[in-house]
T-cell receptor, first 117, second 116 residues
Framework: AQKITQTQPGMFVQEKEAVTLDCTYD???????LFWYKQPSSGEMIFLIY??????QNATEGRYSLNFQKARKSANLVISASQLGDSAMYFC??????????????FGTGTRLLVSP | NAGVTQTPKFQVLKTGQSMTLQCAQDMNHEYMSWYRQDPGMGLRLIHYSVGAGITDQGEVPNGYNVSRSTTEDFPLRLLSAAPSQTSVYFC???????????????FGQGTRLTVV
């Protein structure tokens, strides 16, 4: 079963508008972390934002915010005031489990965002 | 700030050839890992290490070897390249996790490998 589902293969938004990229996840572990990464055309993976399962408030990082709805198991990324440089592939990822052992990141298939002038 | 450095950035191999993808990090992170990225499939874990001398298999380990002799370096070896190993490879590092304090993985620039 898919652990991370990103249902939007592509999204279009006009510059200066806000856009929401969807992510739903599946886990039975009460302790987990959710991440969003940006991959521009140059190929590198850039960390954007993190939300812990026990965090009471939605995470925010500048123009990025994470709309965390735990009961619905969704962790949507909201980009406010889109810029041309936001055009990229965006990946949602989850790390399960607490403690100090290594846990892999499980990635979704990504959403390609195109920002138009 | 170098972070995670991968070399080479691009490589073309013939079927059956072997090669090593290099990965080095200068952040003194305990955890290092290798992922491959294929179209439509996101990133999948190949191998990982929780410290020098300790490695383990991930989701798709077949055809790859790793070793970790130092904290800084975590090379990935392709023993006998196959066309199915054509992919983009990412090395990642992260500090040791603390409960309720998960930290992000820092990724290298990636290596685009083509096996013909």
């Amino acid at each position: 079963a898919q652990k991370i589902t990103q249902t939007q293969p592509g999204m279009f938004v006009q510059e200066k508008e806000a856009v929401t990229l969807d992510c739903t996840y599946d886990t039975s572990d009460p302790s987990y972390g959710l991440f969003w990464y940006k991959q521009p055309s140059s190929g590198e993976m850039i960390f954007l934002i993190y939300q812990g399962s026990y965090d009471q408030q939605n995470a925010t990082e500048g123009r990025y915010s994470l709309n965390f709805q735990k009961a619905r198991k969704s962790a949507n990324l909201v980009i406010s005031a889109s810029q041309l440089g936001d055009s990229a592939m965006y990946f949602c990822a989850m790390r399960e489990g607490g403690g100090t052992g290594f846990q892999k990141l499980v990635f979704g298939t990504g959403t390609r965002l195109l920002v138009s002038p | 700030n170098a972070g995670v450095t991968q070399t080479p950035k691009f490589q073309v191999l013939k079927t059956g050839q072997s090669m090593t993808l290099q990965c080095a990090q200068d952040m003194n992170h305990e955890y290092m890992s290798w992922y491959r990225q294929d179209p439509g499939m996101g990133l999948r874990l190949i191998h990982y290490s929780v410290g020098a001398g300790i490695t383990d298999q991930g989701e798709v380990p077949n055809g790859y070897n790793v070793s970790r002799s130092t904290t800084e370096d975590f090379p990935l070896r392709l023993l006998s390249a196959a066309p199915s190993q054509t992919s983009v490879y990412f090395c990642a590092s992260s500090p040791r996790y603390e409960f309720r304090n998960n930290t992000e993985a820092f990724f290298g620039q990636g290596t685009r490998l083509t096996v013909v």
